[in-house]
């Protein structure tokens, strides 16, 4: 089996304010966390964190520019922090981003090398944004790839779609929590 690493993205109090449809998506994707856990899988969590001052924010920059304007992710700003409810524990690996993807301005390649981690498992908010971007990244990084479908977030239910049901199984597994337990910790 490879040597994986579920990716916890973008998980932060502010973005699930804005994008949780009240569908238990917290619950399963707490589940997915356990689980992981429990199989012995490296659980790493993405948060996109900017400087006070937003040094790294260029106003070409459309997206990162509305995002500083609404006054989002200050690094120890408290709605910047992991949402309570799938909190980090001791032994999971917080890495902190400057754009969309979970490898932009972050040291994830570095703890990815370092752990020999050569399969990712994608989750997060959104699905449109640090999930695909991330997993773009990953494939030309040639990383192994898994969606979990469920364990993904769009403000947007009908984009969310189409990445989980047309594009990303061109390029990854896409599978839902349950079944991905499944196949990592059989019962």
């Known amino acids: 089996m490879p040597n994986s690493a579920l990716l916890v993205m973008d998980v932060q109090r502010d973005v699930v304010a804005l994008a949780d449809d009240g569908s238990g998506y917290l619950s399963r994707l707490r589940r997915a966390i356990d689980g992981a856990r429990a199989a012995g899988i490296t659980v790493i969590y ?5 400087r ?11 997206v990162m520019t ?17 949402h309570d409810d799938v909190a980090p524990q001791q032994g999971d690996v917080v890495v902190t981003k400057r754009r969309g993807s979970a490898f932009s301005g972050s040291d994830l390649d570095l703890v990815l090398r370092a752990r020999d981690v050569d399969s990712l498992v994608l989750t997060g ?6 999930v695909l971007s991330t997993l773009w990244r990953a494939i030309d990084l040639d990383f ?14 009908e984009v969310h779609r189409m990445l989980v049901e047309k594009l990303f199984p061109q390029w990854a597994d896409v599978l839902t929590v349950e079944d ?8």
């Open 46 to 50: 993405v948060v996109l964190g900017l």
């Open 52 to 62: 006070p001052g937003d040094p790294e924010v260029s106003p070409r920059n459309k």
């Open 66 to 82: 509305n995002v500083v304007r609404a006054g989002l992710f200050t690094e120890g700003a408290p709605s910047t922090g992991i």
């Open 125 to 130: 908010i959104a699905t449109s944004a640090v």
């Open 144 to 157: 192994g790839l898994t969606v979990l479908a469920d364990a993904c977030l769009d403000t947007d239910p």
């Open 180 to 187: 991905w337990l499944e196949a990592v910790a059989p019962r």
